[in-house]
């Protein structure tokens, strides 16, 4: 999926389900600027859904253009990797190869 997918028609729709409780979702999101971690799904997604009791998730963030320093302060990374105390284990994985792509995996741990 092309990042303006995202942004532009997963992100409006899943606001919209705020009574939505159980989640299940899997996405690989293609040319995004910013890879989608803990943080963008909390404050972008989760937020508007307060009556999610369960919500299952693997979502894969492949970009052209990767900025290893953006991921390497530490103060960036520890507040990227918390969502909130009452979500499950977040697993998140950054992958940098020498073609100069990167690939951020963020799931649920457990991933059903």
């Known amino acids: 999926m092309e990042a303006e997918e995202y ?3 997963i992100v409006p729709l899943l606001r919209q389900m705020v009574n939505l409780g159980k989640l299940g979702l899997c996405l690989h999101v293609e040319n995004r600027s ?5 943080a963008d799904l909390y404050n972008n997604i ?6 999610m009791t ?6 894969v963030t492949m970009n052209d253009y990767f900025n290893i320093d953006y991921w390497l ?3 960036d990374i520890e507040k990227r990797y918390i969502i909130d105390i ?3 284990v977040i697993h998140c994985c950054i992958d940098y ?3 100069g792509i990167g690939r951020c995996r963020i ?6």
């Open 46 to 51: 989760l937020i508007y859904m307060p009556q």
């Open 54 to 59: 369960q919500f299952n998730f693997h979502i």
């Open 73 to 75: 302060k530490n103060d």
């Open 107 to 112: 799931s649920s741990f457990p991933f059903i």
């Open 7 to 9: 942004d532009n028609v």
């Open 34 to 38: 910013k890879f989608i971690d803990s």
């Open 86 to 88: 009452d979500h499950p």
């Open 97 to 99: 190869f020498r073609n």
